[in-house]
């Protein structure tokens, strides 16, 4: 099978392999991985909301100026990135307004969290996936009785 970088994937694509096991190399060892879930956030740009009620026609897409455009692409980039940096993402900044797309994965219990970092992986169905930014779930919401997790939870979120 090919090698594929993960940007050229859909979230589709990784919906149709919730629950399927991926393989990542670490070092000298082969971690199971399984895909728990498929998240993904679209950015819209637009001023104003446009809605109608039934029967009516949708109102036309509000005119905007460059500069409007621009400013409001800036502030969307800048909340994103806040709303990255808040939930303890380290992985490179938002540039542009995009969609992102945010797999969620369970490690094999028992084992040591990886390094946060760039990782390839590998499923049956889909191939090698290179240049997966790997970075730790935030377990906020975890059961506060529990002293360790049974096993590591990871994020991998990617832009196309």
């Not at 090698?3 to 190399?25: C, G, M, R, W, Y």
Request: aromatic letters at 6%; glycine letters at 6%.
């Amino acid at each position: 099978m090919p090698i594929q970088d993960i940007s050229k994937l859909s979230a589709e694509t990784f919906k149709s392999v919730i629950n399927h096991t991926f393989q990542v190399p670490a070092g000298d060892e082969i971690r199971l991985w399984t895909l728990r879930d498929v998240e993904t956030k679209t950015l819209m740009l637009a001023p104003v909301a446009r809605t109608c009620g039934e029967g009516e026609e949708l109102p036309p897409k509000a005119e905007m100026d460059k500069k409007t455009q621009t400013k409001l692409a800036k502030a969307a980039v800048a909340e994103i990135n806040a709303n990255l940096d808040a939930l303890g993402y380290t992985g490179p900044k938002v540039k542009s307004p995009i969609h992102t797309v945010t797999l969620g994965f369970e490690g094999e219990a028992g084992k040591d969290t990886l390094p946060e970092g760039e990782y390839s992986l590998f499923n049956e169905s889909l191939g090698t996936i290179e240049k997966a930014h790997v970075c730790h779930t935030v377990r906020a919401l975890d059961d506060p009785f529990r002293l360790k997790p049974t096993a590591p939870l990871y994020d991998v979120t990617y832009y196309i």
